[in-house]
């Protein structure tokens, strides 16, 4: 499936599990990082680059701590690089969803493969894709169910038609089957009743939902959802809410001349520096170490320092540790995410001048005399590093809780 996105259009609003709408109309759902770092090899088939998995990892620890997991992937970008023949050419995948198109001369539905790149011509007219899905609040997405919902009793779905007289309400479109006969209009169909739990598809006896996830492929499906089906249109703005966090690259402050130059290495390697977060995070500290000492060795012409020194630099490895006269503390605990962003704001708040990071840099400003009775203090930042991520989704209603569903642990 084609289609031009921006690289920060991957995070928001087109990540995994969304619908774009290319030029051309056709929707195409986003695809998870199973089908990311793809090149199409002499035969135009989509296979794994080694080299794009290997150097889209990026290492950020307080983001990491926050959301439970070792490490995050940047999105592949499309470019041409005759010199990179391996990063050239990446595509992120989308798959063709819905499944069901209809023909725009005789109305007849007919169902497709997820990775239908073709469509064919028909006899009379042109497939067109169907504007109706349904999906659960559990974020879980499948075709509208024709079949069930027309009542067919056929063995097959060959004589679906949908058919739309034109009106403004969901009464003018109906699917019918031209084999048994049996049909019924669209009204109610898209219809929830959040208080009582049920849908228009649950009161024709539509109750269970298949858990598919069509951006994870055909076998995506996850079993056992209790959650209610309901009838949505592709391009409603509540069946897809991006959850994404965000982080302030922030230098240790409290590092000597030794383990800033330690950290310098580790934040440049950053394929050494996920696998050593692996091993720690499994409780393998010999084998972390191992990789952070190989890491280190090749940009040291002297000997290592002691276990202790790396090991200190790598865990206060972008944490922000501050020295505690500039630090701020609240009367009443924060909550985990006020926490997270009160480090960043006693860093900001700071000055963080030459040589103490390459990521980070902040100047004290001068305030005008009209503005001091208001402001006593303005910092200029001139250089900062935010890395944002995704990490779920949610649909029909957007979540209270931001990290609801992250794992218990790393």
């Not at 630099?313 to 944490?319: K, S, T």
């Not at 922000?320 to 701020?328: A, D, E, M, N, P």
Request: with cysteine.
């Amino acid at each position: 499936m084609g289609g031009k996105i921006r690289l920060g259009q991957l995070i928001v609003p087109f990540g995994p599990g969304s619908i774009y709408t290319d030029k051309d109309g056709v929707p195409t759902v986003i695809c998870g990082l199973d089908y990311w770092h793809f090149k199409e090899n002499e035969y135009n088939v989509p296979e794994p680059s080694a080299t794009s998995i290997k150097t889209s990892k990026i290492l950020e620890p307080r983001l990491s701590k926050l959301l439970k997991v070792p490490y995050f992937r940047q999105p592949p970008e499309n470019i041409n690089d005759n010199n990179n023949p391996n990063i050239s050419g990446l595509k992120v995948q989308g798959l063709r969803f819905p499944r069901w198109y209809v023909n725009s001369a005789t109305g007849q539905l007919k169902r497709f493969n997820l990775e239908t790149q073709r469509l064919g011509r028909p006899e009379k007219g042109r497939w067109k894709p169907v504007r109706f899905i349904a999906v659960c609040s559990a974020g879980h997405m499948r075709d509208f169910p024709w079949k069930a919902w027309s009542g067919c009793s056929c063995s097959n779905e060959t004589g679906l038609c949908l058919r739309d007289s034109g009106g403004v309400t969901l009464n003018s479109i109906s699917v019918q089957c031209t084999q048994c006969r049996n049909g019924k209009s669209l009204a109610e169909a898209m219809s929830i009743d959040r208080e009582q739990m049920t849908s228009g598809l649950t009161k024709a006896g539509i109750t269970q939902c298949t858990g598919e996830r069509p951006w994870l492929g055909e076998a995506g499906a996850q079993v056992g959802c209790n959650e209610v089906p309901v009838g949505v249109l592709i391009n409603q703005s509540n069946i897809y809410f991006p959850k994404t966090a965000s982080s302030i690259y922030l230098p240790d402050q409290m590092a000597d001349p030794e383990q800033r130059e330690i950290q310098d290495i580790l934040d440049k390697d950053i394929e050494t520096s996920t696998v050593a977060n692996v091993f720690f995070n499994m409780k393998m500290e010999k084998q972390g170490l191992d990789e952070l000492k190989k890491s280190i060795s090749k940009e040291r012409d002297r000997p290592l320092p002691s276990d202790e020194v790396i090991k200190s630099a790598f865990d206060n490895l972008g944490r922000g540790r501050t020295h505690g006269g500039t630090v701020k503390h609240p009367s009443v605990p924060d909550s985990e995410l006020l926490a997270f962003r009160r480090k960043e704001f006693n860093i900001l708040r700071n000055e963080v001048g030459e040589g103490m990071s390459s990521e980070l840099r902040i100047i004290s400003s001068v305030v005008p005399s009209s503005f001091q009775r208001f402001f006593n203090k303005v910092n200029l930042v001139e250089r900062l590093r935010e890395t944002t991520v995704f990490f779920g989704l949610d649909r029909l209603v957007r979540s209270d809780d931001p990290f609801e569903g992250m794992p218990e642990s790393v």
